[in-house]
């Protein structure tokens, strides 16, 4: 009857248990500890680029950009994220009505989902691909620490392999939900993932210089890139270095919003991480920049 029919509606935490606890209680402390290390916050934050990783490693990196989010003002969060199972060049949004984590759950926002779809460029993922993938349960944790007490919704977004074209195109439909100062934005996504495991070698390296050093510059040119607020800059740089940023469409899309909306945001990045230095070949690392935008 009833419950089974919530249940059919309710994306379970499907990486809660391996990717981070499942314990509430552990998770709230955890969530505190690493937000309690991180002083500086942009009062005019309206998004953030935020890494997706086991919480180990992308845990403390990630509170310097939740930290931003102010419960006060927001009553909407949308959550961009590549997709890293199923193939497709559009984007996909949700038909779940609710979201769990262990720390309660979030209510996705039916009036702005079905106003998406309407526009017939945002199809409906499969619950099976909404449970699988981690990009966008990665960030609800945080999002429900830093909404504490305070009723929201939010609008998952499943971003594929999109074309340069199709990313000025979702910017577009998605740039008026800038303008509304309640609404913010997390674009989800990890920066260069180098070494065998990602068949990924990219390496511009100086004679006296380690190779997670080298990794770092080429991390720090696409954060610069970024920061332009240019999307064929950040193009271009993706083009010449094909580094591998999970999130280049997510991240690509959320840059055509910013130009669309012609509002004056700035895009700026508060941290940066790795997963391990890599000093030969047979490592492997992966790195993790933190991004906040605000509004001018």
């Given at each position: 009857?009833?419950?089974?029919?919530?249940?059919?509606?309710?994306?379970?935490?499907?990486?809660?248990?391996?990717?981070?606890?499942?314990?509430?209680?552990?998770?709230?402390?955890?969530?505190?500890?690493?937000?309690?290390?991180?002083?500086?916050?942009?009062?005019?934050?309206?998004?953030?680029?935020?890494?997706?990783?086991?919480?180990?490693?992308?845990?403390?990196?990630?509170?310097?950009?939740?930290?931003?989010?102010?419960?006060?003002?927001?009553?909407?969060?949308?959550?961009?994220?590549?997709?890293?199972?199923?193939?497709?060049?559009?984007?996909?949004?949700?038909?779940?009505?609710?979201?769990?984590?262990?720390?309660?759950?979030?209510?996705?926002?039916?009036?702005?989902?079905?106003?998406?779809?309407?526009?017939?460029?945002?199809?409906?993922?499969?619950?099976?691909?909404?449970?699988?993938?981690?990009?966008?349960?990665?960030?609800?944790?945080?999002?429900?620490?830093?909404?504490?007490?305070?009723?929201?919704?939010?609008?998952?977004?499943?971003?594929?392999?999109?074309?340069?074209?199709?990313?000025?195109?979702?910017?577009?439909?998605?740039?008026?939900?800038?303008?509304?100062?309640?609404?913010?934005?997390?674009?989800?996504?990890?920066?260069?993932?180098?070494?065998?495991?990602?068949?990924?070698?990219?390496?511009?390296?100086?004679?006296?210089?380690?190779?997670?050093?080298?990794?770092?510059?080429?991390?720090?040119?696409?954060m610069e890139a970024i920061e332009t607020g240019n999307p064929s800059t950040f193009g271009a740089y993706l083009k010449e270095t094909?580094?591998?940023?999970?999130?280049?469409?997510?991240?690509?899309?959320?840059?055509?919003?910013?130009?669309?909306?012609?509002?004056?945001?700035?895009?700026?990045?508060?941290?940066?991480?790795?997963?391990?230095?890599?000093?030969?070949?047979?490592?492997?690392?992966?790195?993790?920049?933190?991004?906040?935008?605000?509004?001018?």
């Amino acid at each position: 009857g009833n419950q089974e029919k919530m249940a059919s509606k309710t994306r379970v935490a499907s990486h809660a248990g391996s990717w981070y606890t499942d314990d509430g209680e552990d998770l709230d402390q955890q969530l505190d500890g690493w937000l309690n290390k991180v002083n500086n916050i942009d009062s005019k934050a309206i998004g953030i680029i935020s890494p997706h990783a086991g919480y180990s490693y992308s845990g403390p990196p990630a509170a310097h950009g939740f930290k931003n989010l102010d419960k006060s003002k927001i009553k909407r969060v949308f959550i961009l994220g590549p997709s890293h199972h199923y193939y497709l060049k559009s984007c996909q949004i949700s038909e779940m009505k609710y979201y769990q984590t262990p720390l309660g759950k979030l209510t996705l926002d039916q009036e702005v989902i079905s106003e998406l779809h309407q526009t017939g460029e945002f199809g409906y993922m499969s619950k099976e691909v909404d449970e699988k993938e981690h990009s966008i349960e990665m960030q609800l944790p945080y999002i429900k620490k830093m909404m504490e007490g305070q009723e929201f919704t939010i609008v998952p977004i499943l971003v594929g392999s999109t074309s340069f074209q199709k990313e000025e195109m979702y910017g577009q439909m998605l740039a008026p939900y800038l303008s509304d100062e309640s609404n913010f934005f997390v674009i989800s996504s990890d920066f260069c993932h180098w070494g065998k495991r990602f068949d990924y070698y990219h390496c511009e390296k100086k004679d006296d210089e380690e190779i997670y050093q080298s990794i770092e510059k080429l991390d720090r040119r696409g954060m610069e890139a970024i920061e332009t607020g240019n999307p064929s800059t950040f193009g271009a740089y993706l083009k010449e270095t094909e580094n591998t940023i999970c999130g280049r469409h997510p991240i690509g899309i959320f840059m055509q919003m910013v130009k669309a909306s012609k509002g004056n945001f700035k895009t700026q990045f508060v941290h940066y991480a790795q997963s391990n230095r890599c000093r030969t070949t047979k490592d492997s690392s992966v790195s993790y920049a933190v991004g906040v935008c605000s509004r001018g």
